[in-house]
């Protein structure tokens, strides 16, 4: 039963024996054995192990920074059964199976591969299960006599993973067969430039000593053929963009790329057929391989930050229950229109934006805001698309559908972001596309230059220059540098997507920091007591009750200051106001906000206030305790700021940067955590909505945002680049193009650097191509370039850039 | 007379047979999915065989 893991919690606190991640004190059951931190961990842990895949534990890995409590849903799954559902999303395979497809949330490593393709175990009736990690979904065959798809559906989210229907993506499909076709062409041109090589190396051999007229010709023919496979097949993508670029005048890489290809096709044709001459198909068919592959590369990463969009797209239901008259029927949540009613069972999702006309409920926000705490809502009031419906059914009219509800509106955003081409390769495009244009000028004043003085070797010489002016350093370069980086930050817990964010980071501007979790350690801790002593066991006994972290806190200062256990209260009702309250006896004890109190209308000592003023002037938050109506005690609560945020915020001034922390927090506090972080007041915003943090960043152009992904989504897909930190990385990762997995400044710190450096890469290669670039060039006007020579520097510029790019040097940079 | 006057056209046709193997193997999906068969590397088992609970 034992396993092997980790445990890197400090002492004092218990694990969860299913996630590792700590159990909050009032879910500890005495007696030892196995902790849980959620009843949703409970039963996750014990249907692995009656199904004897314990294994399972030794395989996770407990440093995937997206970790997560199964959590508790009530998330009901019936609704997959009905044959609408199966209508759409199951495949009826006609020997008697059935297969679908499941999007999951909540995959983090190998382990969650290993079980859930362990499903057939798990389900009676599941024939195979195959996971696609990249993803994210689970592709299920069974068998339809043995079971359903809901509980196929329910047994993987008891096991943690939140399934939801594959919608049929068109674009989706798109990408695949796109993909495959590059792959092809990949593979074609990979055997010609192999082949080609070989060739090649047979006929340089040969030109030192002697080969047989009839070998030396067959190679030549050989290389020919080989050769014009590779460009008029897999190089045909080239020929057909330059003359779309051609049609429509926009400069594009494809332009001279398609040229050198050309020219340097036809004058190897030439040369074959004439016996005599420089062939140069060895280049041509390398030159294609190369540039084919970086394309891959790059649209592979594209393709795979669309697709964790894509994720946010399924978390809406299916299935929408519509009102038609006096009835209810489901339909698909796409063909819902505004003004429609549905209603929404308990358990189920939003399909739409809307607002309530009937009953009242609590929500589960937490794919919007990152609030897991219900918020109750009814009549009259809003709900989003994508919240669960946690406690009671509700009508809803429906305001807004698909693309326009707020979670629609933010997967747009992060969807068109990472599909744009970054403007620094737009911008290395279209200097190729200028430097086609001298080249073929210069050709032309070569030609005819050489056509007067000797004509004989005219042509030799142009298309030796037009060969050796090869801008596929440009073409290949930048991108690939781009790429580099971002695998490389990557593999250091920095998750980018798309190019812009590096380029766009290189320069210093203003950048805003959120306090809680960023400059703090996010844990809340108890500095102060003022007031009656004896009552503190009281409330600790009181909290134990409460998860709120305020509790936790109050809970660990009186066990800290080793105070007494006090006998449990003998009711306890806690508030989503700001407080709790218990009764000892005849005695009632309120713990909470000022706010939550005064609603109470609990007298406040003038003492106990004048305190909290102090408090708050400190930059603590005051949690006011009170006893049958009055106020006794006062505790100032803090959050103790990160040791590396003051050297890290010094750094990130010294390198330019205008700093300043936009928080939702009580702006005193804000203040009193910049002062002691060397921040001007003005720079520092307390007490801002979601809508203020936008207005804030998208007030300077260039205005970076780091902040806790999940509450501030909407300001960080609104900032110029916006850094998401520490919550899950699948709602982080929608709204931000940047999340780092670490918490803290660190991370910020070094991404800057390998932005600064990614784009000194970048300028040194197209410096580097530049100038090897003229110096051919000019070379071969004067006729000084042997066409042998020509063919070896052509590979040559290409390779030394590409390394360069591998070459970037990565310095983590001490603040 | 060289042999390479037959081996070379037989290499060119092996290659050629290599390509259409590749070929078919993306056109049937095998290289749609890169990434989880590395995670399933770890994994040792033999069946999935089976349905039932223990």
Not at chain 1, 343 to 348: D, K, L, Q, S, Y
Request: glycine share 8%; hydrophobic share 45%.
């Amino acid at each position: 039963m034992s396993t092997e893991r980790a445990n890197q919690l400090p002492a004092g606190e218990t694990s969860c024996a299913h996630c590792a991640l700590p159990v909050p004190d009032p879910r500890i059951v005495p007696g030892g054995g196995d902790q849980f931190c959620c009843h949703g961990c409970e039963t996750a842990y014990r249907l692995i192990r009656s199904c004897g895949l314990d294994a399972y534990y030794s395989f996770v890995d407990t440093d995937s920074p997206t970790r997560a409590p199964v959590g508790d849903t009530e998330v009901t799954y019936d609704e997959l059964d009905r044959s609408s559902f199966a209508a759409r999303y199951v495949r009826d395979h006609g020997d008697g199976r059935l297969s679908c497809t499941l999007a999951l949330e909540g995959m983090h490593c190998a382990a969650c591969v290993w079980l859930l393709e362990k499903l057939p175990r798990l389900v009676e009736g599941v024939i195979e299960a195959r996971v696609d990690w990249a993803r994210s979904t689970l592709h299920v065959t069974w068998c339809a006599e043995s079971c359903r798809v809901s509980q196929i559906a329910r047994t993987v989210a008891e096991l943690g993973y939140r399934p939801h229907p594959v919608h049929e993506d068109t674009a989706q499909a798109r990408g695949d067969a796109h993909a495959r076709r590059q792959l092809v062409q990949i593979g074609i041109a990979a055997a010609a430039a192999g082949n080609n090589m070989l060739i090649a190396t047979a006929l340089y051999l040969g030109m030192f000593s002697a080969m047989e007229a009839g070998v030396e010709e067959m190679l030549r023919l050989a290389s020919c053929v080989v050769g014009l496979v590779s460009v008029a097949g897999p190089g045909r993508v080239f020929m057909q963009g330059a003359r779309a670029a051609l049609r429509t005048r926009t400069p594009h890489m494809d332009l001279p790329i398609a040229l050198g290809l050309g020219v340097g096709a036809i004058a190897g044709l030439v040369n074959t057929l004439r016996g005599v001459g420089e062939i140069y198909f060895d280049t041509l068919s390398v030159l294609v391989l190369l540039l084919l592959v970086g394309r891959y590369v790059q649209s592979r990463q594209q393709h795979r930050a669309a697709d964790a969009v894509r994720l946010l797209k399924r978390l809406t239901p299916p299935i929408a229950h519509k009102r038609a008259g006096e009835r209810w029927v489901d339909v698909p949540s796409e063909i819902i229109e505004v003004g429609d009613v549905v209603e929404v069972r308990v358990g189920e999702a939003f399909p739409a934006d809307g607002r309530i006309t009937q009953g009242k409920t609590t929500v589960d926000q937490s794919i919007l805001t990152g609030e897991s705490r219900p918020i109750p809502v009814a009549v009259g009031e809003e709900v989003s698309a994508g919240m669960l419906n946690l406690s009671a059914g509700v009508s809803v009219r429906v305001d807004a559908v698909g693309a326009n509800t707020r979670i629609g509106k933010v997967a747009e955003l992060v969807e068109s972001a990472s599909s744009r081409r970054p403007a620094i390769v737009q911008w290395a495009d279209s200097i190729g596309a200028k430097f086609v244009v001298v080249v073929i000028a210069i050709a032309a004043v070569t030609l005819a230059a050489w056509l007067a003085l000797d004509p004989a070797v005219a042509v030799d010489h142009t298309v030796a220059l037009l060969i050796v002016a090869c801008p596929c350093a440009l073409g290949l370069a930048t991108p690939l540098a781009l790429s580099v980086a971002v695998s490389r930050a990557a593999k250091r817990r920095i998750l980018i997507k798309g190019g812009d964010v590096l380029q766009r980071l290189s320069r210093p501007g203003t950048i805003w920091l959120d306090k809680t979790g960023t400059l703090t350690m996010g844990r809340m801790s108890v500095v102060q007591w003022h007031g009656d002593l004896e009552v503190r066991p009281q409330v600790a006994a009181l909290e134990r009750h409460a998860t709120h972290p305020v509790a936790r806190a109050l809970v660990a200062f009186a066990e800290a200051n080793g105070d007494a256990m006090a006998a449990a209260p003998d009711a306890v009702e806690q508030s989503d106001q700001g407080g709790i309250v218990g009764r000892f006896g005849v005695r009632e004890l309120v713990v909470g906000s000022r706010r939550f109190l005064a609603s109470r209308g609990t007298a406040m000592d003038s003492d106990i206030l004048a305190r909290s003023e102090a408090i708050l002037a400190g930059g603590h938050a005051p949690v006011f305790v009170a006893r049958d109506g009055v106020t006794i005690a006062v505790a100032a609560l803090g959050d103790p700021i990160r040791p590396d945020a003051k050297p890290a915020i010094e750094r990130l001034r010294r390198d330019g940067w205008v700093v300043g922390i936009a928080s939702g927090d009580h702006p005193d506090i804000v203040r009193e955590v910049g002062r002691s972080l060397g921040l001007p007041p003005e720079q520092c915003h307390g007490g801002l909505t979601p809508q203020d943090k936008v207005e804030l960043v998208t007030r300077d152009r260039a205005a970076v945002m780091v902040g806790d992904g999940v509450n501030d989504s909407a300001a960080l897909a609104a900032a110029s680049v916006g850094i998401a930190t520490h919550e899950g990385a699948e709602a982080s990762l929608r709204a931000a193009p940047v999340y780092l997995a670490r918490p803290g400044l660190q991370g910020v710190l070094e991404l800057l650097a390998a932005s600064r450096s990614t784009m000194r890469t970048i300028r040194r290669n197209l410096a580097v191509s530049l100038v090897y670039n003229s110096l051919a060039v000019g070379l071969a006007a004067f006729g000084l370039i042997n066409p042998l020579v020509a063919a070896v520097l052509m590979p040559l510029s290409s390779t030394s850039v590409v390394g360069s790019s591998f070459l970037t040097r990565w310095r983590s940079p001490t603040p | 007379m060289s042999v390479l006057f037959i081996a070379l056209p037989i290499a060119l046709v092996l290659g050629a047979i290599a390509v259409f193997a590749f070929v078919k193997a993306v056109r049937t999906g095998q290289f749609d999915d890169l990434d989880t068969p590395a995670a399933r590397v770890v994994f040792d088992d033999a069946d999935i065989a089976g349905p039932g609970r223990h």
